[in-house]
């Protein structure tokens, strides 16, 4: 008889509430394309049972795990060592586990500039930043990393948007500026990218965030980090004035992949996760 192994390796997420996140489906999808005998667990983990949900992967042997809401801050709080730039960001939503040592990193800004990168190199660019929340904060510090020329972050409660560009101009070389978010906002004279990073848009295709349409031109980049309807009404409108679009599904194929490369070393098939998010959510375009 031939040896077997049945213990598959662990990974998986922290989150609550956990139901609506599809990124199991994504991962498990690719580890079974790519040959990897391991297991993506998606776990309801309330804020007062964090600690003891980290002990248990570490107790059980878990490589790594994600952690979403509420736990991106608090986790901070468990780890062994967090990466320079998670550190930076001031929150965490991946980690590896090795020889017990928790490590935590943050992939949501570098899934973003992944899919960025596959239509622009952010160097030299000016971007308007439109939020101020985690997202949007992890966005700019990776971009601010990346030698971003400047940006302008955009809120509707704007000491959260200057919290950010405090934020960047002290860690980066980027040039940084927030501003009050009233009314429509009209996209400033040389700006590149434009991003929404407000949770505007997230199931519902007609929601826009208040923006001059007519400011949008064709040389601009627009991003959306919504992953679910892909295809925003504010990337509907970009695309119809002739702009380049990026939708939220390229951010989270990107995060799982960077994660699976924290966690296993190697790169997963960016096709079969795409694929299995286009199904759950729809097609792009
Ligand atoms: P937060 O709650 O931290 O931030 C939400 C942001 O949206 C804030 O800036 C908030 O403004 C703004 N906002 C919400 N509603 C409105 C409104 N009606 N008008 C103006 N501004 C508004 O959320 P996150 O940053 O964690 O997430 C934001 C979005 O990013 C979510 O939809 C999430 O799904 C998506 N996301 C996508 C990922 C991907 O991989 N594709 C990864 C991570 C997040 P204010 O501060 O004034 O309240």
Known sequence: ????NFRAILTGSFS???ADNPTVAMMEAAYAHDGIDARYINCEVTADNLEAAVKGALAMGWIGFNCSLPHKVAVMAHLDEIAEAAKIIGAVNCVRIRDKRLIGDNTDGKGFLASLRTVTDPAGKKVLLLGAGGAARAIA???GLSGAKSMTIANR????AEAIADLIRKNTECGAEAVAWT???RVP???DIVINATSIGLGDKDALPPIELTSLTEKMIVADVIPNPPMTRLLTEAKSRGCTTLDGLGMLVNQGLIGAELWFGRKLSAAVMERTLENIFGATD
Do not use: A
């Open 1 to 4: 008889m031939t040896n077997r």
């Open 16 to 18: 609550s509430p956990c």
């Open 141 to 143: 510090v990776e971009l």
């Open 157 to 160: 409660k704007p000491e959260k």
């Open 183 to 185: 009314g429509d906002i």
């Open 189 to 191: 004279e040389g700006v």
